[in-house]
């Protein structure tokens, strides 16, 4: 093995690292996630070509950062993956087939197709209908505790309605939309405060702060789009899509642009319609997810390291600007 592509694995690693904590801890990327994404995928390459170099610890079996140490931690009983990617049809196509492999029976695979909304992942946990503990993802095992600032967003019922099951953990992701975005770093720039380098950094920054009345001020939406603990003996819909439809009969907040296709082709097409339409909507999405829809195909595929084996994120083109960050401090 030459010496270079282990000194590449390391320097890869190290890199991934440093952008992990900027992004993840820190709230402040200081490279595009187009760069982050190419370096990843090299990484990965690199390993799956020469496993016996790949190192315990590397990026590419973690998920997010550690909790700051600021904040309670809270464990998370069923753990927060992230999402495998896709950047092109050809790799979907590859995802597909994959799983028609696993399962047998491709033709008769539903898909849920959602937005991949670019804000920061959040847990809900509701007891007796009433919530009780907001958290980041975190590392995927332990999150940070911010039950207080989750609290200030408008759209997340804190009281949720009918008959719902006595412990109910339901996950989402909290975005800042792009005019409010914008109106905020320019009142940001007009004071000399430190601008969000784009509207995820701005939801991440927004929620984890040690302060509640910030977060208050800053203009949150959530939306859900999973379930996470559930109690058990629950009756649950046996598919992905109409558990989101009962989680909005609960009042929760579901994205609008959901739907559900029954072939590849019609994950394509939901791709192609959703790149049209995203520079109407008004928050930031960086891609469409796919989820295969029977809850049952779900625990058959189960999951990998640090993602589903039943999901697949198909990334839009790189779009991101990084905005320069300047000089004032920022809590975060
Ligand atoms: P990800 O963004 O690749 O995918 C997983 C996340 O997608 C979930 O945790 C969830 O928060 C979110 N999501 C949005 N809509 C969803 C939906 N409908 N259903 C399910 N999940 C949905 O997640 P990640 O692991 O947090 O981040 C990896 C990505 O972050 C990289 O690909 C890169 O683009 C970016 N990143 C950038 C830097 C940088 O320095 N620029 C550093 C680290 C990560």
Redesign the pocket.
Known sequence: MSQSTAQRMQELEQLLNR??K???ENDE?????A???KL?RELQELEKQNPDLKSKTSPTAK??GKPLAKFNTVKHEVP????D?AFSAEEFAAFSKRIGQKLDEVTKVTFCC????????VSLLYESGILVRGAT?GDGESGEDITENVKTIRNIPLKLKGDVPDRLEVRG?VVMPIGAFDRFNDKARQQGEKVFANPRNAAAGSLRQLDSRITAKRPLHFYA??LGLVSEHTVLPDSHYERLQQLAEWGLPV?SEIERVDSVEGCDSYYEKILERRDSLNYDI?GV?F?IDTIALQETLGFVARAPRW?I?RKFPAQEQLTIITGVDFQV
Do not use: I, Q, T
Request: charged content about 30%; proline content about 8%.
């Open positions: 952008y992990n900027e992004y993840y990327p200081s490279v595009p996630d760069e982050y994404d990843f998920v997010g927060m993956l992230s999402l990617n959602e937005p991949k909304l670019d804000g920061a992942a993802r992701e789009y999973s994205n960086d997810v989820k999901a994120a």
